[in-house]
Nanobody, 124 residues
Framework: QVQLVESGGGLVQAGGSLRLSCAASGRTFSHNCMGWFRRAPGKEREFVAAISWSGGTYYADSVKGRFTMSRDNAKNTVYLQMNSLKPEDTAVYYC??????????????????WGQGTQVTVSS
């Protein structure tokens, strides 16, 4: 059974940093695009970042220059380093993985596996 488990969320002041992790089990995703999405209170889930099997990345404009996504294929884990956090970054953050090898993707329906999410709260 495939599982994606996020960790690293929490409460941080504006301007601070957090590092999210997503550990996959049940199969390897070393050849697959993986992504981060988030859902803020009262809003729909939105794309944050994606990383290809080779380490290429793509970011939403709202986080570009502040967030960095990386992966460790040996650990079957991806990370999201979040710096200069803003109150508007407050959301539940979800890790996602594509079932098939392919390019970077930013749409929810491109992803086949999802984690349960981790809460990030940024206070002003």
């Amino acid at each position: 059974q495939v599982q994606l488990v996020e960790s690293g969320g929490g409460l941080v002041q504006a301007g601070g940093s957090l590092r999210l992790s997503c550990a996959a089990s049940g199969r390897t995703f070393s050849h697959n695009c993986m992504g981060w999405f988030r859902r803020a209170p009262g809003k729909e889930r939105e794309f944050v970042a994606a990383i290809s099997w080779s380490g290429g990345t793509y970011y939403a404009d709202s986080v570009k220059g502040r967030f960095t996504m990386s992966r460790d294929n040996a650990k079957n884990t991806v990370y999201l380093q979040m710096n200069s956090l803003k109150p508007e970054d407050t959301a539940v953050y979800y890790c996602a993985a594509r079932a098939w090898a392919g390019g970077l993707a930013s749409r929810e329906y491109d992803y086949d596996y999802w984690g349960q999410g981790t809460q990030v709260t940024v206070s002003s």
